[in-house]
């Protein structure tokens, strides 16, 4: 089984809201039910609107906050591993999600914040994984996996 590093950051004042060690299993649990079986690198932040915003207006030219953000390094430079040792780590990207926005996703859904945190990062870690929704046959392949995740992940 293929060893992930996973890298968490929340910004204050949502550590006390957020466990890292929750992050960490989602991801992993993605990358596992994707059957990634090379050594992989993934970093998450937890963060406000207002960077989230920002991020957005940066690298989306849309001036608005949004769920979740993603980066993926691998579209940007196909190939890329970065040596770590005696194994060669993929660096997948960044999940960037407003817990705010996140919140208020949970209330008009009518479900638990924890439960919307862990849609958003389960879609961000598969847009790092390739999979998109631009096209109405992507986004029901991408619904219906993100589905089958969240229903094994629980």
Request: charged residues 25%; aromatic residues 6%; glycine residues 10%.
């Amino acid at each position: 089984m293929a060893e992930f590093s996973i890298g968490i950051n929340i910004t204050p004042p949502f550590g006390r809201r957020v466990r890292k060690a929750w992050i960490c299993g989602i991801v992993d649990g993605v990358l596992a039910a994707e059957g990634i079986d090379y050594p992989a690198e993934v970093s998450v932040l937890i963060t406000d609107d207002e960077t989230v915003r920002e991020l957005n207006r940066a690298y989306r030219k849309i001036d608005s906050t949004t769920d979740v953000l993603a980066f993926a390094f691998q579209e940007e430079a196909e190939g890329s591993v970065f040596p770590t040792g005696a194994e060669r780590v993929t660096h997948l990207g960044e999940v960037i999600v407003s817990l705010p926005q996140a919140e208020r996703q949970a209330g008009e859904l009518g479900h638990s914040l924890k439960r919307e945190l862990a849609a958003l990062v389960v879609h961000g870690v598969l847009h790092l994984l390739g999979y998109d929704h631009e096209k109405p046959e992507d986004k029901g392949r991408m619904a219906a996996r993100e589905a089958e995740i969240s229903a094994r992940l629980g």
